[in-house]
């Protein structure tokens, strides 16, 4: 009978470490997740910030040319003006996607998330079966 006792408490004793591990492994991976939402937001504000300057520096140009023709000053060529604008172009696509990669990843963890919580649940429900039988074979 002893040795029994001995036995179940060995047995409850890995199942609270092994629980205390996955808690564990849970809070950090939360804690990971947390710190790489900061950095999205961080980031998401630096590009709208970028976007808005980018915006103005546009219009400044648009001002500055019209005034250019108004003083009839060299305005750039139709050529030059137009590969600036798809460099810009380029670099508001390059941000996006650099935001559509940052969601993709967000998605990710939350994906890995809710698998965490579904899997601590799991456990949840495999102790309170496995305290029931105990109870019922008692």
Known sequence: MAASDSLHD???RIANERERVANERDRVADERDT???QRETASDARD???D???RRLANLEQA?????RTLREAVPDVLRRQQEAIDRSRDVLERAEERLVR????LER???AIQRDDAEIQREVASSSEETTKRSGT
């Open 64 to 68: 500055l040319d019209e005034r250019g």
């Open 48 to 50: 709208l910030e970028l």
């Open 110 to 112: 939350s994906r890995a």
């Open 10 to 12: 060995e047995r409850e």
């Open 35 to 37: 710190v790489a939402d």
């Open 52 to 54: 808005e300057k980018e």
């Open 103 to 106: 969601a993709e990843a967000s």
